[in-house]
T-cell receptor, first 114, second 118 residues
Framework: EAGVVQSPRYKIIEKKQPVAFWCNPI?????LYWYRQNLGQGPELLIR????????DSQLPKDRFSAERLKGVDSTLKIQPAELGDSAVYLC????????????FGSGTRLTVV | AQKVTQAQTEISVVEKEDVTLDCVYE???????LFWYKQPPSGELVFLIR??????QNEISGRYSWNFQKSTSSFNFTITASQVVDSAVYFC???????????????FGTGTRLKVLA
């Protein structure tokens, strides 16, 4: 079974440019999460989807970040415009239900804003 | 407020030594879940174990064992006879109960980097 697939693996952009990350969760997992992990820190939740509904986006900086999960399967996270402080690893995870089980994480996208 | 503290930033051991990674948590929820994840150099977080707040039984899985103690709000992780492949960053995480708005907090600690030397 394929795991959570993310692309691209690495991305380097100049500040003020837009960037998008893509995530394909495990088949059948209805809950999808986007996390941001700064260097030396644990992951921090940005947004959680139950199917196509964003049920928790309280930590998403909505002035520049947006996300969508059309059809309740794969998801895209966008930053526009990117700032230097956005440099981090963006992790996608999925789970079957959001009832306390462990998540399956993708390998992440390492974003460097220069 | 919820909080997960992993006081050990980095631990180095020699192969075959036992090592314990500490995790202390804070929550006011009566129902909560605790997790451990492993993050190898490849970057992918790998789920290791989940414990709910009503199950204080310790668990052993091969060389891994977990000690959950509600009295001290700790959920420690021990690797017996460590191997070089155990080298990674290990994260403890806490998931609280649902709030009135239907959301919950899933908090990760800052991680402990384990280096196992050959």
């Amino acid at each position: 079974e394929a795991g959570v697939v993310q692309s691209p693996r690495y991305k380097i952009i100049e500040k003020k440019q837009p960037v998008a990350f893509w995530c394909n969760p495990i088949s059948g997992h209805n809950t999808l999460y986007w996390y941001r992990q700064n260097l030396g820190q644990g992951p921090e939740l940005l947004i959680r989807y139950e199917n196509e509904e964003a049920v928790d986006d309280s930590q998403l900086p909505k002035d520049r970040f947006s996300a969508e999960r059309l059809k309740g399967v794969d998801s895209t996270l966008k930053i526009q415009p990117a700032e230097l402080g956005d440099s981090a690893v963006y992790l996608c995870a999925s789970s079957l239900i959001s009832a306390g089980e462990g998540y399956t994480f993708g390998s992440g996208t390492r974003l460097t804003v220069v | 407020a919820q909080k997960v503290t992993q006081a050990q930033t980095e631990i180095s051991v020699v192969e075959k030594e036992d090592v314990t990674l500490d995790c202390v948590y804070e929550t006011r929820d009566t129902t909560y879940y605790l997790f451990w994840y492993k993050q190898p150099p490849s970057g992918e977080l790998v789920f290791l174990i989940r414990r709910n707040s009503f199950d204080e039984q310790n668990e052993i899985s091969g060389r891994y064992s977990w000690n959950f103690q509600k009295s001290t709000s700790s959920f420690n992780f021990t690797i017996t006879a460590s191997q070089v492949v155990d080298s990674a960053v290990y994260f403890c995480a806490l998931r609280g109960g649902f709030s009135a708005s239907g959301t919950y907090k899933y908090i990760f600690g800052t991680g402990t980097r384990l280096k196992v030397l050959a």
